[in-house]
Each structure stands twice: as C-alpha cells, then as structure tokens.
C-alpha cells in the first residue's frame, strides 16, 4: 500500500518568514492534494497536482510535484498567524478519492 | 451550495457503549461519502467509503460499520465502544473523482 511521510512534523517560524513542507511518497503519485486543518475542525482543501513538474499558487503558498511524481512540496511566503494549522498531503491512487494521507505537519506562526 | 454537517461536535462515552455519529450532505445528488478516522500518533486513515444508498465499503477491520440509508446520509455505528475507538471522525463527499469536501468533525472520547 501507498505511504506518505511529510517532514518536518511540526515548524515553528517568525512571521514574515518563508518556510517548506515536503511529502514523499513510496509510490508514483498520480493525484496529490494538499488540506490545511486548523486544531479540532475539519480539512480544508488547498490544492491538487497531477502532471510531474506542475507546480500551483494561491495567494502566499505554492505546491509542486517533482518530475519523478514522488515528492511534492508546500511553500509559504511571507508566513502570517493566518497560515497557522496543520498541513496534509492526501494521494489518491486507488480512484474514487479514495485518499491515503501523510501525518501532518503542524505549522506554528509566531509573531 | 453544497454544504455538508456532522455531529455532534463532541462525544464522551464509556466503553462498551453503543455509538451513532451522522453526517448530512445538502446540495448535491448521488455523492461519494465517507468516514475518516484521526488518531493521535496515527494520520487521518478511511474508514468507510460509500458510492450509493446501501452500498459500504469497509476499508481497514475494525469494531465500527458504516450504514447508508439514504442518498446524502451516512451513519457511523458501533454496538459496543473499545477505548481504542477514540479519535477524531471526519466525514466527507466528493463528486465523483473531484476533491473531498469535510466536515467539522466529532470529537469521541472513550473512558
């Protein structure tokens, strides 16, 4: 079965700094999303990569899929208190949104 | 809009209980729907998966079931609660092979 492993676990950085969060994968990726939870709620949905080497913005965090489709990143620029949450990386390659997700990453902004 | 509502927010129960947990979706015909299960130390993991009234997909072995008796209602079950069903239940629907939508999530404590 497919694995996701993000690193790091948590991240604690200044405001205003940038920061990365990375999912890799044992197996080729062929659909790869990115969630944000805040603590106690549910996912809200980010982004979603599917061709090797795309790569996605919205706002201040952009996404990437390597070109071997194994490695996606998450970027945030600039941080704010308002990207503050727990980050999921969710491949679905079963079909049907069937979706195996990473352990997280718990981003905490501090001011 | 589609909107989708899971409750309750919070649960508390002994162990050997029985247990019901429903979710809701409004504003969309024939979604997927599906229970996920967030544990400490664990990841979010599928549980259930639904494609149509009556139809259940049990993903992992477990002490819990998954009923679906009609269109955009999906019920999560258990007849005797172990302290290792503790954990975070999300709900979700999806439209077809599009992204996951979630609730709020209940919060289910087992003593």
């Known amino acids: 079965s497919q694995e996701l492993e993000q690193s790091p676990q948590s991240l604690i950085v200044q405001e205003g700094k940038n920061l990365t969060i990375n999912c890799t994968s044992s197996k080729t990726l062929y659909g790869l999303y990115w969630y944000k939870q805040k603590y106690g709620e549910g996912l809200i949905f980010l982004m979603m990569l599917q061709k090797g080497g795309e790569e996605k913005s919205h706002e201040k965090i952009t996404a990437k899929l390597d070109e071997k489709k194994q490695q996606s990143s998450l970027h945030i620029t600039a941080s704010q208190p308002s990207h503050a949450g727990i980050y999921l990386c969710?491949?679905?390659?079963?079909?049907?949104?069937?979706?195996?997700f990473g352990q997280g990453t718990r981003l905490t902004i501090n001011p | 809009s589609q909107t989708i509502h899971q409750w309750p927010a919070t649960l508390v129960q002994p162990v050997g209980s029985p247990l019901s947990l429903e979710c809701t979706v409004e504003g969309t015909s024939n979604p997927n729907l599906y229970w996920y299960r967030q544990a400490a130390g664990r990841g979010l993991q599928l549980l259930f998966y639904s494609v149509g009234i009556g139809q259940i997909s049990s993903e992992v072995p477990q002490n819990l079931s998954a009923s679906r008796p009609q269109d955009r209602q999906f019920i999560l079950s258990s007849k005797k609660l172990l302290l290792s069903d503790s954990g975070f239940y999300l709900c979700?629907?999806?439209?077809?092979?599009?992204?996951?939508?979630f609730g709020s999530g209940t919060q289910l404590s087992v003593l």
């Open positions: 979700a629907w999806s439209a077809g092979n599009e992204k996951l939508f």
């Open positions: 969710g491949a679905d390659n079963q079909g049907a949104q069937k979706l195996v």
